[in-house]
């Protein structure tokens, strides 16, 4: 199934290297530190808080958790888009079309490809250096095991569950964080390549998972640069949650 679907995806690319939308206005892409510190902090401490009260109350609730630490980000950064409150930080927004969307699946397209491949070398290659000895073995983000388990009896309110956090909640509240707040603030004070890798860097690191690192790494450099080109907070948005559903589809049937 691997080998088609990589032709799949191939032809995919091909395609959308035809396709060009510009933006519609060049909006700035700069915030200061202070802003983007200020949010980031009070996100943070509010994802700590849920959490915590999510853990104490719903102990059976896997999910409850994350569904709390996204569900802050997404309020926090929500809040910040108003221009007169203490934390103000605006993102770039652009009205949200059928044009926009076609983008992001273009956009996809010429991320998709390789990204699944160099999943699976990487993968292939941490494999072969575990079973030879070399270092020890690296597990697979802890979604992967939560997908396989959830969908082990179809489709319930737990798996409905986890295909929401992962194609809404998690694309929405990360792309706030890294691409909306983040990289902005770097992208004041350094060159565009220089913050779209640290930015990518932090958002690899902060996954917590060295087998899905790599890809990870070039996934957001890559939103990075499209939150650049566009001026667009939707598109890396829309790019993310057809990214995530990528890897659901890869984990389930591939």
């Known amino acids: 199934m691997l080998i088609p679907y990589l032709g799949f995806l191939g032809l995919a690319y091909l395609w959308s290297l035809r396709q060009r939308y510009e933006p519609e206005a060049a909006v700035p892409l700069t915030h200061t530190w202070l802003a983007a510190s200020t949010t980031t902090v009070a996100a943070c401490l509010l994802a700590l808080l849920g959490t915590s009260l999510a853990g104490r109350y719903f ?3 896997t999910l409850a958790p994350s569904f709390t630490l996204h569900g802050a980000y997404c309020l926090v950064f929500g809040l910040a888009q108003w221009p007169h409150t203490l934390w103000s930080l605006p993102f770039s927004w652009q009205r949200l079309s059928w044009a926009v ?20 070398l990487w993968g292939a290659l941490l494999d072969w250096g575990s079973t030879s000895g070399y270092w020890a073995a690296f597990p697979a983000q802890s979604f992967v ?9 179809g489709w319930t309110v737990t798996s409905a569950g986890l295909v929401v956090l992962l194609l809404i909640l998690a694309p929405v509240s990360e792309e706030f964080l890294f691409r909306g707040a983040l990289y902005p603030a770097l992208r004041g004070r350094l060159p565009g390549r220089a913050a779209a890798g640290l930015s990518a860097l932090l958002f690899a690191v902060l996954h917590g998972s060295l087998r899905g690192s790599v890809p990870l790494f070039f996934l957001g450099y890559f939103l990075a640069k499209s939150y650049e080109h566009y001026r667009n907070i939707f598109i890396p ?3 993310h949650s057809l990214f995530n559903l990528n890897s659901c589809w890869v984990t389930l049937y591939l």
Not at 101 to 120: I, V
């Open 237 to 239: 948005i829309a790019v």
């Open 101 to 120: 969307m076609k983008q992001a699946f273009f956009y996809f397209f010429r991320l998709a490809g390789p990204l699944t491949l160099l999943s699976f």
């Open 145 to 153: 095991d939560k997908l396989r388990t959830a969908f082990e009896g």
């Open 59 to 61: 102990p059976k609730n």
